[in-house]
């Protein structure tokens, strides 16, 4: 989705250049329309368009149904409503439930292009601001990080670029969109204006402390003119300097720009303009986002009343890139710079009438001075300054409470599923992604080149052209669609492995129907298909290749040979019924 990939300053705001997504958007029902709109009146071929995309979302539902056993069984296990008592599960036996379920969950999400939040684009996205305008706090320590950090090490090599927070809470995103909000936004504006008061405020403080610190010149300016030495640096030694090389993939050359319009940046380019106009802000965002995690307060709950620990998992739509924090889990809202300032201003009021007062009180040189009244004549001011301090206490402690609604109704807004509703969404967003790829990789075979022969190059060129007259700007996950059209023999290839160079033929829209046809009955008889009843059966005497259990015919021709006049005609009757018998499910 939404990769870090550098930045750029322009009149118009800041230019962020992301990584295309993988994510397909459009519906599935949109995307069969529009693709039904490109055959014209060729109403034969429309049935047999709809009748394949029927057929392969079937087929895939009813693969991924088997596949998913695992992510299913682990919801009910740690993410049910009603959490499962006397489990008999030790402590070993609960972390290797973890570990299954937590790497089950992570290959779902990646099969639905969902990704792990990198660290450069936390970084990004906690230095930037938007509209929230709430300052949080990330309480880490009241969550339960052992299961997690576990996970990221058992996985280490494919979760290098995972952000440090994933230790904590789990944090998958993908898609990429605007949100655009316009206002004259009075509060933020007061609020970077004493933050910039502030920052110049310790700039000076800062230049003071140096210029005083006139002992540490000598060293300091000794450090400047010293080279650096490389000579210690062999060739295979440049990254220390210049970082990692970085290989360009052909699947990862695609990207986008998005214009990020933020108020800070407006008020540092044109600050009285911006300061007493209505302006126009615009963020990038998460499209959907999906967290996990669990509370001190879950494994706490789960050792008194003997359960499994559980764990939270939430989904969110919408999120702006800049406000992403808001969906993590014990966050608590802060005072803002503005409302410091307040508070700041009482005291340093207090402080400097008591200065005055006292300097007032020893200027006198006279014998007879009334300590006690000098004392008396500052409780008026003491009180009035502690009366004001009280009210600026009690307006932080509503601002908080206001920041906190605030935070409910924006999450409210966008929260989309949780826990078991997070698993369905994810096994049905699943599903339509990888129909969606297959039906668009063999449309375009089919009908965009002649006699159904094409390269990888000019497929996935032509799909990406017609996704973007969609709206759509992703980079298409041509291989990946290849892959399943191959393994399901629904397209050829004049090579032994998918490549670059390869030449792909497609085979007749009839012939690939048929072909469905015979995989959707071959998926209930096929031997070698998991099925989560099978511990329970026994399969010994079971036979699949088209007839009925071997067990039956025995007690068919057991019973046969009890009753009398018992004949060949009734053996070849048996064998028969064994020919022609209708397959069996698993």
């Known amino acids: 989705g939404l990769h870090w990939m550098g930045k750029k300053k322009t009149a118009n705001g800041r230019d962020l250049r992301v990584k295309k997504t993988q994510y397909i958007s459009i519906s599935l029902d949109l995307l069969l329309r529009k693709l039904l709109v490109r055959l014209g009146s060729d109403e034969k071929n429309k049935h047999r368009l709809i009748d394949f995309v029927r057929r392969v979302e079937a087929l895939y539902r009813s693969r991924?149904?088997?596949?998913?056993?695992?992510?299913?069984?682990?919801f009910e296990l740690f993410s049910s409503s009603m959490p499962a008592k006397n489990t008999a599960l030790s402590s070993i036996a609960i972390q290797s439930e973890e570990d299954s379920f937590l790497l089950a969950f992570h290959k779902s999400m990646v099969e639905a292009n969902f990704e792990l939040l990198s660290q450069d684009l936390l970084d990004d996205a906690v230095s930037s601001e938007y509209t929230l305008n709430v300052d949080l706090k990330f309480r880490k320590k009241n969550l339960d990080s052992s299961f997690l950090s576990r996970f990221i090490e058992l996985n280490e090599d494919d979760l290098e670029d995972a952000a440090d927070i994933n230790k904590h809470v789990l944090v998958y995103h993908r898609g990429c969109g605007i949100d655009t909000t316009r206002g004259f936004f009075l509060m933020e504006k007061i609020d970077i204006v004493f933050g910039f008061l502030f920052g110049a405020l310790m700039f000076v403080v800062n230049m003071l402390l140096a210029l005083l610190m006139v002992w540490k010149w000598p060293a300091y300016l000794k450090s400047k003119k010293k080279p650096f030495d490389t000579s210690s640096l062999k060739d295979d030694d440049e990254d220390a300097i210049f970082g990692p090389r970085k290989t360009i993939d052909f699947a990862d050359i695609g990207s986008q720009t998005i214009v990020r319009k933020s108020l800070k940046e407006m008020m540092e380019d044109s600050f009285l303009y911006t300061l007493f106009s209505s302006v126009e802000l615009q963020e990038p965002t998460f499209k959907e986002m999906v967290v996990l995690y669990r509370t001190k307060e879950q494994l706490k709950q789960a050792k008194e009343q003997g359960t499994v620990p559980q764990i939270t998992v939430k989904g969110f739509r919408d999120i702006p890139r800049a406000d992403f924090e808001v969906v993590l889990p014990e966050q608590v809202p802060i005072t803002r710079s503005f409302d410091l300032v307040k508070v700041l201003a009482a005291v340093g009021v207090a402080l400097a009438t008591i200065a005055v007062k006292v300097q007032d009180v020893l200027a006198d040189t006279s014998d007879n001075v009334d300590w006690v009244e000098s004392i008396q004549s500052l409780m008026p001011v003491l009180v009035a300054t502690g009366t004001y301090a009280s009210k600026v206490v009690v307006q932080l402690q509503t601002q908080v409470k206001n920041y906190r609604t605030t935070m409910v109704n924006y999450l409210f807004?966008?929260?989309?599923?949780?826990?078991?509703?997070?698993?369905?969404?994810?096994?049905?967003?699943?599903?339509?992604?990888?129909?969606?790829?297959?039906?668009?990789?063999?449309?375009?075979?089919?009908?965009?080149?002649?006699?159904?022969?094409?390269?990888?190059?000019?497929?996935?060129?032509?799909?990406?052209?017609?996704?973007?007259?969609?709206g759509e700007t992703i980079d298409f996950e041509v291989d990946d669609a290849l892959y399943k059209l191959i393994d399901d023999n629904f397209i050829t290839i004049d090579t032994e492995d998918l490549e670059v160079e390869s030449t792909l033929r497609c085979n007749r829209i009839t012939r690939v129907i048929t072909k469905l046809d015979h995989l959707w009955r071959k998926f209930f008889i096929d031997p070698n298909q998991p099925c989560p009843y099978c511990p329970y059966i026994d399969h010994t005497f079971a036979v699949m290749d088209n007839s009925i259990v071997a067990s039956d015919v025995e007690d068919y021709k057991q019973d046969e040979e009890r009753k009398e006049g018992y004949n060949d005609n009734d053996l070849q009757q048996a064998h028969h019924k064994q020919e022609h018998a209708q397959p069996l499910p698993q």
């Open 64 to 74: 991924l149904s088997l596949r998913s056993n695992t992510l299913r069984l682990g």
């Open 413 to 470: 807004q966008r929260t989309t599923n949780t826990n078991m509703g997070v698993r369905a969404f994810l096994e049905d967003s699943t599903v339509q992604q990888e129909v969606k790829e297959v039906i668009l990789a063999y449309f375009f075979l089919w009908k965009e080149f002649p006699n159904g022969f094409g390269t990888v190059v000019e497929l996935d060129l032509k799909i990406e052209s017609f996704l973007q007259q969609l």
